[in-house]
């Protein structure tokens, strides 16, 4: 069983940065992929970004490509999302999950967070 907790949301003005964290309960932290996924009102929950156990490789949906950043610290349970030249478009809560392989699909993650919101002004 892992509990994930998110912190790191806010509001933030075009061309800004934010770090989500997002950190993780239980000594099995090394052994789950990671992803971050965000839906925003009105649409489906969006692949954002996922890492591998080690941290050693690295996925990025299209719409953030060279803008966000995944990171992860297993000494200290917690995985991170840089983000960066943000856009109004990002604005969506953001979640972080765990599961046994690396997919773009959020039905293959086992443990999911509780979400933050992230929201960019124009």
């Known amino acids: 069983q892992v509990q994930l907790v998110e912190s790191g949301g806010g509001l933030v003005q075009a061309g800004g940065s934010l770090r989500l964290s997002c950190a993780a309960s239980g000594r099995t932290f090394r052994s789950y992929v990671m992803g971050w996924f965000r839906q925003a009102p009105g649409k489906e929950r969006e692949f954002v970004a996922a890492i591998s156990r080690s941290g050693s490789t690295t996925y990025y949906g299209d719409s953030v490509k060279g803008r966000f950043t995944v990171s992860r610290e297993n000494a200290k349970n917690t995985v991170y999302l840089q983000m960066n030249s943000l856009k109004p478009e990002d604005t969506a809560v953001y979640f972080c999950?765990?599961?046994?392989?690396?997919?773009?699909?959020?039905?293959?993650?086992?443990?999911w967070g509780q979400g933050t919101q992230v929201t960019v002004s124009s």
């Open positions: 999950a765990a599961g046994p392989y690396t997919n773009y699909d959020p039905s293959s993650y086992n443990y």
